[in-house]
């Protein structure tokens, strides 16, 4: 299956950052953890090329709907590898692409971030995800990571 073997592209050349991330989520068998976990029929992929100007998958992520009786949320998550930093300016417009793409369907998009993960971070704030706001009290946060959010734009 081409999804699952992008996938296993992408874990077996993540970035660092997304890396250490992993490991303190998901521990030694992290790899494994993360294709479990994921809905591989709703992963959306960036692709990019390699230092062999190949085509590749360069990150993989997604919308996880979260959504209860009168908010409609979600989840979003996203896993780069170290062939986003030659493919920077076609990552960051798949990136807006598909946020703007999806984003319409909920009023709110949020996640947790590795304080470490400085590149991510950086995205986000240009995806329009604000980091001010403590996290929502019946939201387990681990140590070490950061609450992001994003609300719809009123029309």
């Avoid at 991330?21 to 992929?45: A, H, P, S």
């Avoid at 989840?75 to 319409?104: A, D, G, H, P, R």
């Avoid at 590149?119 to 992001?148: C, I, M, T």
Wanted: hydrophobic share 35%; aromatic share 16%.
């Amino acid at each position: 299956m081409q999804t699952l073997k992008n996938c296993s592209f992408i874990l077996n050349n993540i970035r660092d950052e997304d890396l250490q991330e992993m490991q303190c989520l998901w521990g030694v068998d992290w790899k494994k953890k993360v294709l479990k976990t994921i809905n591989l029929d709703k992963v959306i992929f960036a692709f990019g090329q390699d230092e062999f100007e190949d085509d590749v998958p360069i990150a993989m992520g997604g919308f996880v709907d979260m959504s209860g009786e009168n908010l409609k949320i979600a989840c979003v998550w996203l896993i780069s590898t170290k062939y986003v930093s030659k493919n920077k300016i076609s990552f960051m417009k798949e990136l807006k692409k598909q946020f703007y793409k999806n984003e319409v369907d909920y009023d709110i998009l949020y996640n947790y971030i590795y304080t470490s993960n400085k590149e991510a971070k950086r995205w986000l704030y240009k995806l329009g995800f604000s980091f001010d706001n403590p996290k929502p009290e019946h939201l387990k946060v681990q140590k070490d990571f950061e609450f992001f959010y994003k609300l719809r734009k009123e029309k």
